[in-house]
């Protein structure tokens, strides 16, 4: 413990090093003191937060949608990511329509959904569990013929990172569909792909949106996740294959 006193000391100097130089007058040692059920709460402090705590569980607990069957993320068709994939190609398309842009599809990564939502009321909160960061939407304008690299990826992985309005059949280390909206990919035809900040800069090893030219949207994607669901009663599962991984192991 005391080792570890001493090096927080030096690391505190060391950030101080390009300043006028400082007399330590003493550094001293303090036992640690482990958080148990001994340790009473401060009521001053447990009454000042009160409000806010109600304020926000709440706000937490209020009901957004429903779904009867759990949203999960197992598999490379799982319900839970193409309706997430299929939020951000919508919010994604609205916000294109009001930026003459028209978003041809959408990628997400199974990663970035860090939880599921069992069948019945979805709650605010669900939505914070399943996407807890502060990612944002971001649309990547690209030549077919570097778009290419994403269908690549794809059959290389074998990932089942989710997507929208795309399909993508692999068999035998070979692409036998790579399709956009139901059509084939043109090399010299522009594309615009919505997906999250973290991809669009080469999480997760997609390093083909380097080729493209990222547009910003402002918008997080837990923020459209939950306008989302709000505008969906009842969610229903998607269920129709979009990565189709023949032989896959």
């Known amino acids: 413990?005391?080792?570890?006193?001493?090096?927080?000391a030096i690391v505190a100097l060391t950030?101080?090093?390009?300043?006028?130089?400082?007399?330590?007058?003493?550094?001293?040692?303090q036992k640690n003191t482990s958080i148990t059920s001994e340790i009473t709460e401060n009521q001053n402090f447990v009454s000042v937060i009160a409000p806010y705590k109600a304020e926000l569980e709440k706000k937490m607990?209020?009901?957004?949608?429903?779904?009867?069957?759990?949203?999960?993320?197992?598999?490379?068709n799982s319900n839970?990511?193409?309706?997430?994939?299929?939020f951000t190609y919508e919010g994604a398309e609205e916000w294109g329509e009001k930026n003459d842009i028209e978003v041809d599809a959408a990628v997400i990564n199974i990663g970035g959904i860090r939880s599921t939502i069992g069948a019945g009321d979805i709650l605010t909160k669900h939505v914070f569990e399943v996407m807890p960061f502060e990612n944002e939407?971001?649309?990547?304008?690209?030549?077919?013929?570097?778009?290419r690299g994403l269908f690549q990826y794809y059959l290389e992985t074998q990932k089942n990172n989710p997507v929208s309005h795309l399909y993508i059949e692999t068999e035998n280390g070979k692409i036998n569909q790579?399709?956009?909206?139901?059509?084939?990919?043109?090399?010299?035809?522009?594309?615009?792909?919505?997906?999250?900040?973290?991809?669009?800069?080469g999480g997760d090893n997609m390093k083909?949106?380097?080729?493209?030219?990222?547009i910003s949207t402002?918008?997080?994607?837990?923020?459209?996740?939950?306008e989302y669901f709000k505008k969906n009663p009842e969610v229903k599962a998607n269920k129709d294959i979009r990565l189709n991984f023949k032989g896959k192991n």
């Open 218 to 226: 402002g918008i997080k994607l837990r923020d459209l996740f939950l």
């Open 80 to 86: 839970l990511g193409n309706l997430l994939a299929d």
């Open 208 to 214: 083909f949106f380097s080729k493209g030219e990222l």
């Open 15 to 29: 950030a101080f090093a390009c300043r006028t130089p400082l007399q330590v007058a003493q550094v001293q040692p």
């Open 178 to 201: 790579a399709l956009i909206d139901g059509e084939n990919v043109e090399d010299d035809k522009v594309y615009y792909i919505a997906t999250s900040d973290y991809l669009a800069l």
């Open 137 to 147: 939407v971001v649309i990547v304008k690209m030549k077919g013929s570097d778009l």
């Open 61 to 76: 607990n209020s009901k957004i949608s429903y779904t009867s069957v759990d949203l999960n993320k197992s598999g490379d």
């Open 1 to 8: 413990m005391k080792n570890k006193i001493w090096l927080l």
